[in-house]
């Protein structure tokens, strides 16, 4: 089998150790670390975001691949600033103050990583002034909220109006997700956008920043 082919069906089996050797013989033969992101691990990823959203696979199944898929990231990254690969931008992503479900939010916070982007994991019952602080410090593009209950959905509206008191609303997208939050919740809150799913999360930031 072809190293990409089974480079591929490693990171969808969610096999760690056949994706590091994948990843290490790919170095090993001097193939681009570029080549190896994209056309690797990155198009892994994306088949499994596919079949997530077609119900052939299930949370726990991203679960394993995303896991896989960032086996080989860490096996790459030290080459990242020696190549021609920047970050497409920095995702600061944190479920909020009140709450401390973090399954999902981790999910989304490695499937965005997978697609290129530097992601600032702030945690679980995160305050609307660290995520602000967070945006700052860091120059995040994208500020991402995350709730499972609903009684901690209206913090996110609290984060959305600090961060525009804190000057940074033209400066910084927000979208928020969780099991509770929907389309017309996000819309009501003033967020710039919401995904019902990790997949969805990563495409709509690629989507912002790439327009």
Not at 126 to 151: D, G, Y
Not at 167 to 192: C, H, N, S, Y
Request: charged letters at 25%; proline letters at 6%.
């Amino acid at each position: 089998m072809p190293l990409f082919e089974k480079l591929i069906e490693s990171v969808i089996q969610g096999e760690e150790g056949s994706v590091r050797e994948c990843v290490q013989q790919a170095l090993s033969d001097h193939i681009p670390v570029k080549e190896i992101l994209n056309d690797g691990l990155i198009k892994a990823i994306n088949i499994v975001g596919e079949k997530f959203k077609k119900s052939e696979f299930y949370v726990p199944d991203v679960l394993w691949s995303a896991q896989a898929m960032k086996a080989g990231i860490e096996l790459i990254q030290p080459f990242f600033q020696k190549s021609d690969v920047p970050p497409l931008a920095k995702v600061v992503i944190g479920t909020v103050e009140g709450d401390i479900h973090e399954i999902g939010k981790n999910l989304v916070a490695m499937m965005v990583e997978a697609n290129g982007f530097e992601v600032i994991n702030l945690g679980v019952d995160v305050p609307p002034e660290r995520f602000v602080e967070s945006v700052r410090a860091h120059q995040a593009k994208i500020c991402m909220m995350s709730a499972l209950l609903t009684t901690t959905m209206p913090t996110m509206k609290k984060i959305i109006e600090a961060l525009k008191e804190a000057g940074l609303a033209g400066r910084v997208k927000t979208m928020v997700g969780g099991a509770p939050v929907t389309k017309q919740f996000a819309l009501e809150i003033g967020a710039d956008g919401y995904s019902p799913d990790a997949p969805g999360a990563a495409e709509l930031a690629k989507e912002w920043i790439a327009g």
